[in-house]
Nanobody
Framework: QVQLVESGGGLVQAGGSLRLSCADS????????MGWFRQAPGKEREVVGS????????LYVDAVKGRVTISRDDAKNTMYLQMNSLKPEDTAVYYC?????????????????WGQGTQVTVSS
């Protein structure tokens, strides 16, 4: 079973950068497609992007396209979310999720395992 732990969140000024990490403590990471989601106060959890098993395909939602990069290092059982040019509207709790499939999904229901989340706050 996958156990996911996010890290790297924090407070950053608008225009700044953060890199979030998602580690699988049980070393089953390579078997899963992975995704990043976020949930702002009072809003539904939404997908940020995903990466396929092996990392060959990445997908991003339009709101972050060009500003974020998702990558994975299967040797380290870790996925990353590099976020640049951050905006106040990027403020949210960011979650990573694992899906028992080759390709990443776009909806919460497609994912089987979730981390506890890490807070990202972007000040204006």
């Amino acid at each position: 079973q996958v156990q996911l732990v996010e890290s790297g969140g924090g407070l950053v000024q608008a225009g700044g950068s953060l890199r979030l990490s998602c580690a699988d403590s049980r070393r089953t990471f390579a078997h899963y497609a992975m995704g990043w989601f976020r949930q702002a106060p009072g809003k539904e959890r939404e997908v940020v992007g995903s990466i396929s098993r092996g990392g060959g395909t990445t997908l991003y939602v339009d709101a972050v396209k060009g500003r974020v990069t998702i990558s994975r290092d299967d040797a380290k059982n870790t996925m990353y979310l590099q976020m640049n040019s951050l905006k106040p509207e990027d403020t949210a709790v960011y979650y990573c999720a694992a899906r028992s499939a080759y390709d990443g999904g776009r909806t919460r229901e497609e994912y089987d395992y979730w981390g506890q989340g890490t807070q990202v706050t972007v000040s204006s």
